[in-house]
Nanobody, 122 residues
């Protein structure tokens, strides 16, 4: 199996910064796209940013210019640097990874982390 473990959430004032990390471990043959999603209370889970294994990135319009996604392929880890945080960024942030498991004949599986709370006070 594959596990995604997130860290770095917390409480910050508006205008502040946080850095989220997500480490993938387990039976991984290859780690394809990784990303971050968020879900505010009573709302659906929305894409924040994604990054391919080759480093191509995609951002939601609401975070462009403020958030930066990156990854360390050697450590199977993805990061989300969040600057100029706003109260509307408050949500549970989930890590996502598209994985080919060892022995799975190139079948891709989608995994989610347990989520980390980010709260931005005004």
């Amino acid at each position: 199996q594959v596990q995604l473990v997130e860290s770095g959430g917390g409480l910050v004032q508006a205008g502040g910064s946080l850095r989220l990390s997500c480490a993938a471990s387990g039976s991984i043959s290859s780690l394809n796209a990784m990303g971050w999603y968020r879900q505010a209370p009573g709302k659906q889970r929305d894409l924040v940013a994604t990054i391919t294994a080759g480093g191509s990135v995609n951002y939601a319009d609401s975070v462009k210019g403020r958030f930066t996604i990156s990854r360390d392929n050697a450590k199977n880890t993805v990061f989300l640097q969040m600057n100029s945080l706003k109260p509307e960024d408050t949500a549970v942030y989930f890590c996502n990874a598209n994985v080919v498991r060892i022995g799975s004949l190139n079948i891709r599986y989608n995994y989610w982390g347990q989520g980390t709370q980010v709260t931005v006070s005004s």
